[in-house]
């Protein structure tokens, strides 16, 4: 934040007098009053309006009051998002905040949020720990990537309609060059959930002009850097230090920091849909600390702590810095790694990326994951799946450390790379403890010629005569297949590192044997143990026991060049002896 800019607002917020306040109760069907809000070049204008009355509660202390502007530009754009907050004045009294207003109406009539209402913010400014509940198991976010649905997993469980909720206008959301997630991309449904409506355009060099006053355009930055992410809306009130605007919940997300920074309208766009403001986004004057259902809070001059993250693609680097919230985060993470591809000007059509994604964390090892994604929607995969590893650590139901720096690094390939495993070819089906059995693989490559490869894995010593079963998969098909076969409970937040750091790529081949043996799944992994005690134990444990099949006796792990899918189980025979006087059968 710009010290000098910083105590200047504040010098001239701390002599800003206190307006009275009216409460709705108060006000007659058919006052007249005004509207004050920023509007094209920045002008701060008084807009005459009408009071038709007030509706509600439908929750407690939850009453609206309806107004009609009397001006008649707002005959051709309705209520403009970025309106939301602009103080409304009956008798040069404060009755609230501009907040309220629907698409497609042939009326400028608008909803009021009462400011008795909103002053009560303050005292809910307490920041807290925060998580969504219901924290989908990895297994099951894997699952969802593997069959092309992460995306909607992770907007149902940190998104949840909210259909019933009477909304507030629409917010509109500023992307430096104007990208955001468009058609049937999860982030556009992300989008659409959070009530958004996108506008271009961005930052400015240094500060922006004009006092910070009620009607005045406010912005709540999420993202900064490289590029600016900020929903804009209009300030209700100032009081030294406090600011209140928007006059309903920006995200509904209680208390968490948030930088706040001055914005200046550009122009106005008038739509049959939503008419909303183009706005640019200055330097940060301070944070807001409270965002609830009757409008957001917050002060001059506080900083809110951001996370560092870095997007470098095929060698082009750009650096963000994001707010950190357990259900936002994750989001924001997906958002600054498709818009650094779309740097490059392709979203769409056949490609293949190659990233990895580090997440670091405060007194733990880094958390990385690496993967090729080659399909025709490669940058929605990824920014799904950064979303998701991101989402689980940052909800875990352990204390989550610090989170230091997220790096995502990505070359891409105008093609489509991969190979098919068609074929496994043990050199014999019979084996015996202690011995090498070489197995020959079969790749189908995508428009190119077949190839195979040779590898070769040790039978265990001291394994019993009988049933051993050898699996092949690629690493994401086996990373998938071991959890859900032998899932971990992970016991602290080092755990949960450990799991996702465990995950394999497709460009990994792995060849594994496998025997018939119960177990139990215990936090920090999972034990083989006799059947007679798993019984006793689901006797005494109950339902809650979760319990194993097959372990993994032997394990080998190569590394490909090029992305591979598919996976074979083939049974083998153990004999640790040949029957005196017969022969050998392989």
């Known amino acids: 934040m710009n010290t000098r800019l910083a105590l200047a607002v504040l010098l001239l917020a701390a002599t800003a007098q206190a307006v009275e306040v009216v409460g709705p109760a108060e006000v007659e069907p058919g006052t007249p009053g005004v509207c004050v809000t920023e509007m094209d070049g920045g002008e701060v204008v008084e807009i005459p309006l009408t009071v038709i009355g007030t509706v509600g509660p439908w929750t407690p202390e939850g009453e609206m009051v309806l ?50 209402r909103m002053e009560t913010l303050a005292d809910d400014a307490e920041v807290q720990p925060n998580a969504a509940a219901g924290r989908p198991p990895l297994v099951t976010m894997m699952e ?33 060059g104007g990208w955001s997630p468009t058609g049937g991309d999860w982030l556009a449904e992300s989008w659409r959930r959070l009530g958004w409506v996108s506008v271009p355009g961005g930052s400015t060099e240094g500060p922006v002009e004009g006092e910070l006053e009620p009607g005045a355009m ?54 049959q849909a939503s008419s909303f403001k183009f706005f640019s986004v200055g330097e940060s004057i301070g944070s807001f600390v409270s965002d609830r259902s009757r409008g957001i809070w917050g002060r001059l001059g506080e900083e809110a702590r951001m996370v560092p ?72 995969q990824l920014a799904a799946i950064a979303a998701a590893l991101t989402a689980y650590l940052e909800n875990s139901v352990f204390d989550v450390p610090e989170l230091v720096a997220v790096v995502i690094d990505l070359a891409t390939e105008e093609r489509l790379r991969g190979a098919r495993l068609v074929e496994v070819l043990p050199q014999r089906r019979v084996v015996r403890p202690g011995e090498q059995l070489p197995v020959r693989l079969r790749f189908q490559p995508y428009r190119a010629e077949e190839f195979t490869r040779e590898l070769s894995i040790e039978v265990p010593s001291g394994l019993p005569d009988g049933r051993l079963d050898l699996v092949v998969a690629d690493g994401a098909s086996w990373s998938l297949y071991d959890l859900g076969m032998r899932p971990l409970r992970p016991g602290s937040f080092a755990d949960e590192v450990r799991l996702i750091n465990s995950l394999l790529p497709t460009t990994a081949v792995v060849m594994a044997f496998e025997r018939q043996q119960p ?34 006796v032997g394990k080998i792990v190569e590394r490909t060049e090029t992305p591979v899918s598919g996976a074979e189980r083939i049974e083998l025979q153990v004999r640790s002896e040949r029957p005196l006087g017969r022969p050998e059968v392989r």
Request: glycine share 14%.
């Open 67 to 116: 107004v009609r502007l009397e001006d008649e530009r707002f005959r051709h754009t309705g209520i403009i998002a970025g309106m939301s907050g602009s103080p409304v004045y009956v008798d040069g009294r404060l009755l609230g905040a501009l907040a309220f207003g629907w698409s497609f109406s042939k009326e400028p009539i608008g909803g009021v949020t009462p400011f008795v």
């Open 144 to 176: 969802a990537q593997e069959n092309n649905g992460l995306g909607a997993l992770l907007t149902g469980w940190l998104l949840p309609e909210t259909g019933s909720e009477t909304r507030g206008l629409p917010v509109a959301v500023t992307a430096s």
């Open 218 to 271: 406010i912005a709540a930055v999420m993202v900064e850097g490289d590029a600016v992410l900020a929903a804009g809306g209009t300030v209700t009130e100032v009081r030294g230090d406090e600011v209140w605007a928007f006059g309903h919940p920006f995200l509904g997300f209680g208390g968490f920091r948030l930088p706040m920074a001055r914005a200046q309208v550009v122009a106005v766009m008038p739509s």
């Open 309 to 380: 993250i870095t997007v470098r693609v095929d060698g082009r680097g750009f650096e963000f810095r994001s707010v950190r919230h357990a259900s936002l985060t994750p989001f924001l993470v997906a958002y600054v790694a498709q818009s650094s591809q779309a740097s490059r000007g392709r979203l769409f059509g056949d490609q293949t990326i190659s990233a990895r994604l580090e997440l670091r964390y405060g007194g733990h090892p880094p958390v990385v994951y690496e993967e090729i994604f080659a399909s025709g929607d490669a940058p929605a």
């Open 519 to 552: 177990g139990v799944a215990l936090p920090g992994g999972s034990m083989a143990m006799p059947p007679s005690l798993v019984v006793q134990l689901r006797g005494g444990l109950g339902a809650g026991l979760e319990t194993t099949s097959y372990s993994v």
